[in-house]
């Protein structure tokens, strides 16, 4: 696997197609840190990590409207990718729909929401877009 970032973000996709209510991911420090900021945003219901001596898996429950079942993630997608990274500087970091929705951003301090990034005016590589 050569983007473990897409794997991640095609596997939610994925599930929220399939109407899912769980989805497992194999864990990583990075994807730990973009599923705490799905979770604060409010874009998933809850998670876990499990560690299983070897890599751990995350699992994650996806937040679905109670009547209409329509998922709270509506698009995410990857703006960076290995073949072409995508940096912003801090004066420059993008708005998701008009701040409807959020970029992560991936400096030097670790993974964080594009306005705590505006707010500490920092920049970084820019991991994908949710709303």
Avoid: W
């Amino acid at each position: 696997m050569t983007d473990p970032i897409a794997d991640f973000l095609t596997r939610i996709r994925n599930a929220i197609i399939a109407g899912h209510k769980v989805v497992e991911i194999p864990a990583s420090n990075l994807k730990k840190d973009i599923t705490k900021l799905l979770y604060d945003k409010g874009y998933i219901l809850s998670y876990k990590f499990i560690d299983d001596k070897v890599q751990g898996t995350i699992k994650i429950a996806l937040k679905y409207h109670p009547k209409s079942k329509i998922s709270a993630i509506k698009s995410i997608e990857r703006e960076s990718r290995p073949g072409l990274r995508k940096y912003a500087g801090a004066s420059e970091l993008p708005r998701v729909l008009h701040v409807l929705g959020v970029a992560i951003i991936s400096p030097s301090q670790g993974s964080m929401s594009h306005t705590e990034a505006r707010e500490l005016q920092v920049g970084g590589e820019v991991l994908c877009y949710v709303y």
